[in-house]
């Protein structure tokens, strides 16, 4: 079965930074697009960060642009996610994310996976919790 495990979250005072980690197993991760998506409560989960298997291309919501960066170590079969600058509407649950068949197609770039993939990814990790907050 494939596993994608998060960690890294926890609380942070606003302009703070924290790196996300998300751990892949029983799949080759360089051949997936795999994604970073956020929920707060009583909002929808949104993509934040996506990137591609292919040629590393990669999408940022605008709200995040400029203080996230999206990476992937293969060796160690991890994605991370470094956020700087953080912000209070940062504060949800992150959560990373693949799809077998999704993962996988290149008919589309990195936006339609982030925005769609809240819809149509199949592989989705526990969340890990990151507070803003003073």
């Known amino acids: 079965q494939v596993q994608l495990v998060e960690s890294g979250g926890g609380l942070v005072q606003p302009g703070g930074s924290l790196r996300l980690s998300c751990a892949a197993s029983r799949f080759t991760l360089e051949d997936y697009h795999i994604g970073w998506f956020r929920q707060s409560p009583g909002k929808e989960r949104e993509g934040v960060s996506c990137?591609?298997?292919?040629?590393?291309?990669?999408y940022y919501a605008d709200s995040v642009k400029g203080r996230f960066t999206i990476s992937r170590d293969n060796a160690k079969k991890t994605v991370y996610l470094q956020m700087n600058s953080l912000e209070p509407e940062d504060t949800a649950v992150y959560y990373c994310?693949?799809?077998?068949?999704?993962?996988?197609?290149?008919?589309?770039?990195?936006?339609?996976?982030?925005?769609?993939?809240?819809?149509?990814?199949?592989?989705w990790g526990q969340g890990t919790q990151v507070t803003v907050s003073s």
């Open positions: 994310a693949t799809d077998y068949l999704w993962g996988r197609a290149l008919d589309y770039g990195m936006g339609s996976f982030c925005r769609l993939g809240t819809r149509y990814l199949g592989i």
């Open positions: 990137m591609s298997s292919s040629d590393g291309m990669t």
